[in-house]
């Protein structure tokens, strides 16, 4: 009989899971809450495992005329200062290309990867796991059931909440502030502006467009600024670099929190979850639609290798997927705690060993999957 999967969620993890699946020659249904014409902002850093991950989902060749490729990645104190660079066509080389593009770009491309059959306006509103099956409830009331549910809804997932997998997600205290920049200095390289916690990074994302992601720490219970533009400036008003040039360019920001997801366990019977919605970390390392793609492809692999039980297939996938995930999040972590050492300290030690120590945290995620 014909394995009868859903996707909840036509975000990034969603439609890769779905292109995955296909490719494994399945034929899942996918639904997401918004409209189709809710078009994702700003722009996505994929790193060479993304890419990676993307080819053997055979979706690189229409990415490769997507946004910009990005060779080098110049760290700097807050004034611009040189503090070392990473040598990121070096560091994935024989793995992938990195790429900044639109996320719009890249969720156009993931949708071709699905023949555009997504079922939108249509929200998950509950789950039961009743022998062995998940008997789905859809906004509207309609019900289906099917033989694997993936929860692919995000950090905020209602399937994680409805099968009982995990909570809400735990947010990380950082504010993020993201812009595409239309014009602004001319930037080859992703340049990174260190401060005292909070950082200022850009890079070119194609036709003549910066992508610029800023972010800080500020004390809990710190309220989002009711003016992200002026609260961007004012915050980096005093950085050097291309910083300044960009904050006069600058027109529209996005404002975000960011949430982590740590969960015992990733499927239930025969729902499970991939993207954010299993394994949300804060974006320090641009890693979660590299682990999205990743988790896709292994998706696939496992079902294809066991199509008559589920269970065991997905056993396989926690344990081919969770200390890749763990990996990123660890590291992840250890980034972020950088920002609660003084610039003073900070620094010099970057300037003598950072090359080497970022170099190794990217270097480990360049094994194949
Ligand atoms: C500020 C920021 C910057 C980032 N930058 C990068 C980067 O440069 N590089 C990188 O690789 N990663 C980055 N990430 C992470 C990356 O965006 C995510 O890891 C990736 O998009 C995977 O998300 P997802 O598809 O799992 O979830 P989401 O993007 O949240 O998608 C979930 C989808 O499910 C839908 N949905 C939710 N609930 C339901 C429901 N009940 N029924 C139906 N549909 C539902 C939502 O509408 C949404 O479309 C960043 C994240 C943040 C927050």
Redesign the pocket.
């Given at each position: 009989m014909t394995m009868r999967i859903l996707v909840?969620?036509?975000?990034?993890?969603?439609l890769a899971a779905a292109r995955g699946l296909r490719v494994a020659g399945f034929r899942p249904d996918v639904?997401?809450?918004?409209p189709a014409s809710m078009l994702?902002g700003?722009?996505?850093?994929?790193?060479g495992n993304?890419t990676r991950a993307l080819r053997v989902l055979g979706l690189d060749a229409p990415l490769r005329p997507l946004g910009d490729l990005i060779f080098r990645q110049v760290f700097c104190q807050a004034d611009g200062t040189r503090l070392f660079e990473l040598d990121v066509a070096a560091l994935w080389a024989g793995v992938g290309e990195s790429r900044a593009l639109a996320?719009a770009d890249l969720q156009q491309v993931l949708l071709t990867g699905v023949g555009g059959e997504v079922r939108y306006d249509?929200?998950?509103?509950d789950i039961q796991i009743v022998d062995g099956a998940a008997k789905v409830e859809f906004s509207g009331g309609r019900i289906a059931e099917y033989d694997l549910v993936i929860g692919?809804?995000?950090?905020?997932?209602?399937?994680r909440a409805k099968a009982g997998l995990g909570g809400p997600a735990t947010p990380t205290g950082q504010i993020?502030y993201?812009s595409v920049v239309n014009g602004g200095p001319q930037l080859s390289d992703s340049t990174v502006l260190l401060g005292e916690r909070s950082s200022f990074t850009v890079m070119p994302m194609g036709s003549r467009r910066l992508y610029c992601?800023a972010d800080e720490t500020p004390e809990p219970g710190t309220p989002n600024p009711d003016d992200p533009l002026a609260r961007l400036r004012e915050l980096f008003a005093g950085f050097g670099g291309p910083v300044p040039a960009i904050l006069d360019a600058v027109e529209k920001v996005q404002v975000?929190r960011?949430d982590e997801v740590v969960l015992d366990r990733w499927s239930k019977g025969p729902v499970m979850l991939?993207?954010?919605?299993a394994h949300?970390t804060a974006?320090t390392l641009?890693?979660?639609?590299?682990?999205?793609f990743e988790d896709a492809v292994v998706l696939g692999e496992v079902l294809r290798a066991r199509p008559d039980d589920i269970p065991g297939a997905l056993a396989a996938y926690e344990v081919r997927r969770r200390p890749r995930c763990e990996q990123v999040r660890t590291r992840t972590r250890e980034r972020d705690e950088t920002r609660d050492v003084s610039p003073g300290e900070r620094d010099p030690m970057l300037r003598s060993r950072g090359q080497a120590i970022f170099a190794d945290q990217y270097r480990e995620l360049a094994r194949p999957v």
């Open positions: 909840v969620g036509a975000g990034i993890a969603g639904v997401e809450e918004l994702p700003a722009g996505i850093f994929l790193p993304a996320r249509t929200a998950v509103t692919a809804d995000g950090r905020r997932s209602t399937v993020v993201r992601y975000a960011t991939v993207g954010d919605a949300a974006p641009a890693q979660g639609a590299a682990m999205s």
